[in-house]
């Protein structure tokens, strides 16, 4: 039988979100025997419940409540009410993640001293050295099973890796692997190895993938000292009139609104809903809501630079069968002076299923989504491989949320503001010609025309 707890105990631990951050948590102030409370505003749908199908999955899994998006960037022009790729159900994001599993390093620790002064941005260093986290990078390594850590092994190259492989070979990269992967290798932790069945974002089904759903929440409530409570869409947090934190107001499934008490809350929701809450927690005495003396919370959006190069082959790879983005190429990781833009980016390989890969090329800027290249393309399916290249953007406080309010359960919607940056464009262009000439050199000249443009999301 799971824990549960009364709306009037105050002598909680109440955590807001299920995913990598409050999953998390919530297990580990459990395992102390900490009476802990997890507020998830979307359903729990177990990994069997999970669907090996992309679009039923995206309806499934993505967090669908209506934002609006505004400024020059991409998104706001083409893609303005398109959900953004998070996921509204227990476990969060981790549910959907692909699992690579990369370490930050100290060039981006250290944005201001290395970058100087960029156009548009508002750079700072961290407060934190990379040294001073390394013993916490080794702790959750540990605990996720990332391969290439701890003696697990990298995992096995599916045909998509070992075309990339190839392509870089030839151009002359030396960091080339599956990379390191929060996935399986081997069995680990109650949990069996990968079974390369390609659906790495569309849940957990065969369990090889570390989340918080199949990992942290079980144990933690396997303690009794954990209750996740789903479908809780925490619209503010209370304070007394000394400013201290009591609890927090959340609306139900059915919309009807309950007060939770707590000693302490933790917010732990995604990049948006995090500012949304505590801009929407303002009182009298925080008027531009909690934690904002700075007047920075809901500033400084920051996303990854990120697209796509596909190629097809003379015999097929099936790049469907396998984990979706187990190869990376490691050797543009690192900042260097000599180039027109700050920061480093990785190539990854990737791969789509027939629908979603008709969707993306319709869209595409090179091949209308009709038309004989159309299907030309579309009938070599089989045939294709893909790369896809992540790369850093920079803070800006000018990229921030605002509040619209609503009239349902006193709910404020969240608007994305960004502005498109020099940096950005620059590194836009750069990003498409190494992944394009790695898989030429891996095609002998079978690559079609059906790149995607690199954009920021």
């Not at 706001?76 to 994001?93: H, M, R, S």
Request: net charge positive; aromatic share 8%.
């Amino acid at each position: 039988m799971l824990r549960t707890f009364d709306l009037d105990d105050d002598d909680l631990v109440l955590i807001i979100g299920s995913g990598a951050g409050g999953g998390t948590l919530g297990n580990e102030l459990a395992q102390k025997g900490i009476r802990t409370l997890i507020l998830e505003a979307g359903p729990r749908i177990e990994r069997e419940q999970h669907i090996d199908d992309e679009r039923q999955s995206f309806a499934q899994l993505t967090w669908l409540d209506k934002r609006t998006t505004s400024g020059s960037w991409r998104i706001a022009k083409d893609y303005p009410n398109f959900p953004a790729n998070l996921c509204k159900v227990v476990g969060g994001t981790t549910v959907h993640w692909g699992g690579c599993s990369l370490r930050v390093q100290d060039h981006e620790l250290r944005a201001k001293d290395l970058y100087g002064d960029i156009a548009g941005t508002n750079l700072l260093n961290w407060p934190l050295t990379l040294a001073e986290l390394e013993p916490y990078y080794d702790k959750a390594e540990d605990k996720m099973g990332v391969t290439g850590t701890h003696g697990i092994p990298l995992l096995d190259p599916d045909n998509n890796q070992i075309v990339m492989a190839a392509g870089a070979k030839k151009v002359g990269y030396k960091e080339c692997s599956t990379g390191n992967m929060a996935i399986n290798s081997r069995p680990r932790d109650g949990r069996p190895a990968t079974i390369q069945d390609g659906f790495c974002f569309q849940g957990i089904r065969s369990n090889a993938k570390w989340s918080t759903l199949n990992s942290e929440i079980p144990k933690g409530e396997a303690t009794g000292n954990l209750e996740v409570r789903p479908q809780c869409h925490v619209l503010r947090i209370e304070q007394n009139k000394f400013g201290k934190v009591t609890g927090v107001v959340y609306a139900d499934k059915q919309g009807i609104n309950h007060q939770q008490r707590a000693r302490i809350v933790c917010v732990a929701g995604n990049s948006i809903e995090t500012p949304r809450i505590l801009l929407n927690s303002a009182s009298s005495r925080y008027p531009e809501g909690l934690a904002n003396s700075s007047g920075q919370v809901g500033r400084n959006y920051m996303r990854h630079m990120s697209g796509a190069v596909w190629a097809v082959f003379e015999k097929p790879v099936r790049m469907y069968r396998g984990n979706t983005m187990a190869g990376c190429i490691k050797d543009e990781g690192f900042h260097r002076q000599d180039r027109e833009f700050v920061g480093g980016y990785y190539m990854q390989t990737v791969h789509r299923g027939l629908s979603f890969m008709a969707a993306g090329l319709a869209n595409n800027l090179d091949v209308p989504g009709w038309g004989y290249e159309y299907t030309r393309i579309m009938e070599a399916y089989q045939c294709m491989a893909g790369m896809h290249v992540h790369s850093e953007d920079h803070r800006s406080a000018l990229d921030r949320k605002v509040l619209q309010r609503t009239p349902i359960a006193a709910m404020a919607r969240a608007r994305n503001g960004l502005a498109s940056r020099t940096n950005s464009r620059v590194l836009t262009v750069s990003l498409h010609d190494p992944t394009l000439v790695c898989l030429e050199d891996a095609a002998k000249r079978q690559l079609a025309n059906v790149r995607e443009e690199v954009w920021v999301r």
